[in-house]
């Protein structure tokens, strides 16, 4: 059975950081295409980074680039997302995903597996 958890969201001010991981089980963690996806209320669920499974190609979404850093370690099945310079616009639901059709579908949001998610509100 495969599960994707989540962990590390919270309140944050503006300007901080968190960091984001998700803990996989019950698949092959390094042949998939990992990511990481938000949706906030009464908005699309957005693309905010991916990583391929050798974790050789990463792309961000140009919101977070420079701000955040996608990052996986294939000996734990874990994946990560450090966000620095936090702002309002950042709150939402944060959800890890899995694809083994590549880092072009996920960069679509076509994944096979998701997580529950996790929150991340910034306010002062």
């Known amino acids: 059975q495969v599960q994707l958890v989540e962990s590390g969201g919270g309140l944050v001010q503006p300007g901080g950081s968190l960091r984001l991981s998700c803990t996989a089980s019950?698949?092959?963690?390094?042949?998939?295409?990992m990511g990481w996806v938000r949706q906030s209320p009464g908005k699309e669920r957005e693309f905010v980074a991916v990583?391929?499974?050798?974790?050789?190609?990463?792309y961000h979404a140009d919101s977070v680039k420079g701000r955040f850093t996608i990052s996986r370690d294939n000996a734990v099945n874990a994946l990560y997302l450090r966000m620095n310079s936090l702002k309002p616009e950042d709150t939402a639901v944060y959800s890890c995903?899995?694809?083994?059709?590549?880092?072009?579908?996920?960069?679509?949001?076509?994944?096979?597996?998701w997580g529950q998610g996790t929150q991340v509100t910034v306010s002062s």
């Open positions: 995903a899995a694809t083994n059709r590549g880092v072009l579908a996920a960069r679509r949001n076509d994944y096979d597996y």
């Open positions: 990583i391929s499974g050798s974790g050789g190609i990463i």
């Open positions: 019950g698949y092959t963690f390094s042949r998939y295409a």
